[in-house]
């Protein structure tokens, strides 16, 4: 990724009002829903309109002495403007929001689809608890908007706009004096309303801020608690947290001081026109009734305005939302496949070569991870690379699972170039131990059944033994139907560690990743495991990380990393004959008994 594209994703979007255009593409498939509650809008702003004439014909003939036998027919029309009122009110209720539902649901689901097939490098440069408040506060805004505002805003303008035509055809010299109010209205709703967008756009940035600060933390917690830092990350949660407060401060101060323009300018004007229809009321030129209609029709006019200057904050805001969710929909993975993808072979067998790889983590540009790499791993061989932390040992895991490409040179596996194929195709040959365990929120079965979701409970239960797991899963309250909790919270690490090699054995695939698969193991369970491991690897071309040499002394080689060159290879027995960085490490673990 380019540096002018991480600086990108970095910008805060603009909270123009076109990007509120993203949201079209998920309305646009509900056309009946939308035609229904446009239809039903309509309907109520109408009869809102109306409604101040019903009543002025009402005071004008309904009251007459001469008309008395009249005045239920007045009320009966009455109720009935009310009554289509309410109802088309309630079913644009009902679809407006079932619209702003079902839109926030698909753009959810689409973001999501969309993060999960995102390259790690996106995640390097973008915080997780930025993106999951993104998939979280920002489509709420967006509900808010599609379910509610956008509604309300169409109703008001309509009234606004109907209203103010009306008034000019029933009383122009009355009108004339609100039109002077208009202009003013309009030039504090626009000027306000720029001001408001950027003050909502750094108000929802530092509530992302509030959220990554606690995501950060929780997921922690251990480490917090070990350090007794609690007071140390309340402090500093409490600063985002008040940092966010008073940037939502700002933004409220020039809403309330736009509130009160509007109000101010409203009803002065409304003052302004009561008192000269009065002196027509008394001059004769205009009747009570026609005076009560003008007054509440211009009263439901000026809150249509009002109204207007509200929901034009919410669609700024709402803007900004969608802009934010916009950059992540339109987010691409720099890992996907090629425009014509080259099939694995089948069977696969193994054959792994890296070719003069080099590779600088897009965080770590100005230092190599991988420069000049090059190894063969023949089919069915087991290879074990060794060196000290920083030496490049996960990079080759990494690079071979393709979650990066190489800079220069390429990787191969029975000579196809792994950066010519299908992702998801290419991976589907290989089984992975991750170093730090990764346990769902799920029960024992299913986060074993992740390796392949087709397996049935035989399989399932087979792969447990192998990896030495039966005896505490049988133990367990539900046995395989346990619940682990968030992150596997309810096992021990060697537990989840063993649950994770349940789920590369139940993989059954040709290449075998392990990155420190036995490091959280105490002696007895590594031993289990280390058979079971043992067992799976024949046949299979299988790649090693190991810390602990103890456990690598039986591999077929060791490939010894040092600043992401190998340095030297052999077997145990030979790199200790040759001395160097092998025989240094080798030397101060067994010393040590590690």
């Known amino acids: 990724m380019t540096d002018s594209a991480v600086r990108l994703e970095h910008e805060p979007p ?5 990007n509120l255009n993203t949201l ?24 809102v309109l109306i ?3 019903a009543l002025g014909d009402i005071v004008d003939k309904g009251f007459s002495a001469d008309n008395a036998q009249k005045v239920n027919d007045y009320f009966l029309v009455f109720v009935a403007i009310v009554a289509v009122m309410a109802i088309a009110t309630a079913f644009r209720f009902y679809f407006v929001t079932w619209l702003g539902e079902r839109v926030v649901a698909d753009i959810r689901k689409a973001v999501y689809e969309r993060l999960i097939t995102l390259s790690p490098e996106f995640f390097e440069v973008n915080r997780p608890g930025e993106i999951v ?24 303008f309509l009234i606004a706009v109907g209203g103010t035509i009306w008034l000019f055809v029933m009383s122009p010299k009355l009108m004339s004096y609100i039109v002077v109010v208009i202009p003013l209205l309009l030039g504090v709703i626009i000027y306000v309303g720029r001001k408001v967008r950027d003050l909502s756009r750094t108000s929802q940035d530092k509530v992302a801020d509030v959220g990554a600060r606690a995501n950060e933390s929780l997921s922690a917690l251990n480490i917090v608690q070990a350090f007794t830092q609690e007071k140390t990350e309340a402090k500093r949660f409490g600063t985002h947290v008040d940092e966010a407060f008073v940037a939502a401060k700002r933004r409220i101060t020039v809403r309330a001081a736009m509130t009160f323009a509007m109000i101010f300018l409203i009803f002065g004007a ?24 003008f007054i509440m029709r211009a009263v439901f006019v000026a809150g249509a305005f009002g109204a207007l200057s509200e929901v034009y904050s919410e669609l700024q805001r709402a803007a900004g939302a969608a802009g934010r969710l916009a950059e992540l929909l339109a987010a691409e993975a720099t890992i996907k496949a090629p425009a014509n993808p080259t099939a694995m072979p089948d069977p696969v067998r193994g054959d792994i070569h890296f070719d003069n790889v ?14 000049g790499f090059n190894l063969r791993i023949k089919p069915g061989e087991t290879v074990a690379l060794v060196g000290p932390s920083g030496a490049g040992k996960s990079t080759v895991l990494q690079l071979l699972l393709r979650f990066y490409d190489p800079e220069a040179g390429r990787i191969t596996i029975d000579g196809v170039d792994i950066a010519r194929t299908e992702p998801q195709a290419f991976r589907s040959h290989l089984a992975f ?35 030495a797991a039966k005896e505490f899963i049988e133990r367990a ?56 491991l043992e067992h799976l690897m024949e046949g299979r071309t299988t790649l090693v990380i190991a810390h602990r040499l103890a456990t690598v002394k039986k591999v077929d080689r060791i490939v010894v990393l040092d600043e992401g060159r190998i340095v030297a290879e052999g077997t145990h027995d030979e790199l200790v004959a040759k001395g160097g960085l092998y025989k240094r490490l080798a030397d101060l673990q067994f010393a040590s008994g590690i």
């Open 14 to 18: 603009k909270g123009k009002l076109k």
């Open 24 to 47: 079209w593409s998920f309305v646009r498939p509900y056309k009946l829903q939308l035609v229904l509650a446009s239809f039903f809008l309509l309907v109520a702003a109408a009869t």
């Open 51 to 53: 409604v101040p004439t």
């Open 133 to 156: 408040s993104r998939l979280t506060a920002d489509t709420t805004l967006v509900q808010t908007i599609v379910g509610s505002s956008v509604s309300v805003w169409a109703r008001n």
């Open 270 to 293: 409304i003052a302004l026109v009561l008192y000269e229809g009065a002196q027509d009321v008394i001059a004769g030129t205009m009747s009570g009734g026609e005076m009560l209609d």
């Open 358 to 371: 080099t590779f600088h983590y897009p965080s770590k540009k100005d230092v190599p991870a991988l420069e």
């Open 433 to 467: 131990v991750p170093q730090e365990t990764i346990i769902f929120a799920d029960t024992i079965a299913e986060n074993v059944r992740y390796g392949r979701l087709d397996a049935t409970d035989d399989d399932v239960k087979g792969a447990v033994e192998a990896a």
């Open 477 to 532: 309250p539900e046995g395989y139907d346990t619940f682990l909790g968030e992150r596997g919270s309810r096992l021990s690490g060697g537990q989840r560690q063993r649950i994770a090699i349940a789920r590369a054995i139940l993989r059954d695939a040709p290449v075998l990743l392990l990155d420190e698969a036995t490091s959280a193991l105490d002696a007895e369970s590594e031993q289990k495991v280390q058979e079971a």
